[in-house]
């Protein structure tokens, strides 16, 4: 018997697989709306002839950060002719050059990928959007990677392009590192601080809700049932809070049950699920978020890992006391090395009041 014949599944458990992917806009975002009006905001002045504020849009992973960028973007271009939208992901261009090379095609300058200096590309772009009369609405997404390459010149080319080059962008700018700006060389903090919005992680029920709906249009009715979704967005709220966790869970737990021509997601196929994700959320993973981390989260973090080989937990007050770094400073730090999954925290009754208490975060 064939090979694929011999795998084709007689239950039919996806309705429309695309609704899983990681590329995939929905219709409406859930539990986004506010964080949506404040990029609106922001995007719309190119429409006003105004000069738009740089954004920079900052939150842990699988917050809704590029789903929401891109939505409002899509929705702009579908109101107003004014604006080319164009992604940039910094994984994938990751220089000054590769940027505004990406840029440049996206306006169909001809630029060849390299040979020429970045001021013959800003003009061979202004030639060319000189016939449209569009300004470029540009998404940067994980630009904490271009910190990481020190390639932020980038973003001064892009924020002065007009002063220099008669040439305006919009430029939203997407990151996981809450202190991304902060680390900024002046002269561009000063230009790129001009607003922001803040992705907070989901919480389980905003995450169930996430699920409920792509289960809707992604699978058949009758093939899971709501304690399955409560699984996936259980597993996604203990690991950051991530909606794409969650999205990639309940889809591998889909294909595990096609695979074994299941007539429903059983648990059998989340466990199996999660074990994967959970080998593949290593420790390649934990590197990279580290990588972000600025020296004094990473001595915050040495020193509560050295701590809790001795006991299971340690005080804020012992953090405060026993580091050189300012309080409020600290508490900051702690809240960032939670919110990515390196610790999580405790409130605790004290004979003299209450303190928090932070342990090592434990793998699911």
Known sequence: MNLFKKTASENSIFRNEEVFQPDYLPDELLHRESELQDIVFAVKALEDKRRQPSTVIFGPPGTGKTCASKYVVKEFCDYSQRAIPIYVNCWQSGTRYSVLSKIAQSINALVPSTGITIEELFVRMRETLAESGKIPLIILDEADVLQKNNEEEVLYDLLRAEETYGMPFGLLVITNDVHFISKLDQRIR???????????????????????????????????????????????????????????????????????NGAKIELSDVDSAKEKISVGMGNSNSERKKDTLKDDEKTILAFIKEKCRKSEEVSSGEIYSSLKINERTARNYLSHLESIGFIESEEKALKSGRTRVFRLKQSK
Not at 234 to 254: E, P, Q, T, V, Y
């Open 190 to 260: 000063s230009s790129l601080a001009q607003g922001s919005v803040e992705f907070c992680a989901y919480t389980p029920q905003e995450l169930k809700d996430i699920l409920k709906e792509r289960a809707k249009l992604g699978l058949f009715p009758g093939v899971y049932d709501e304690d399955i979704l409560g699984i996936c967005a259980g597993f996604a709220a203990k690991n950051g809070g991530d909606a794409r966790l969650g999205i990639s869970l309940l889809w591998m737990s889909a294909k595990n049950a096609e695979k074994r």
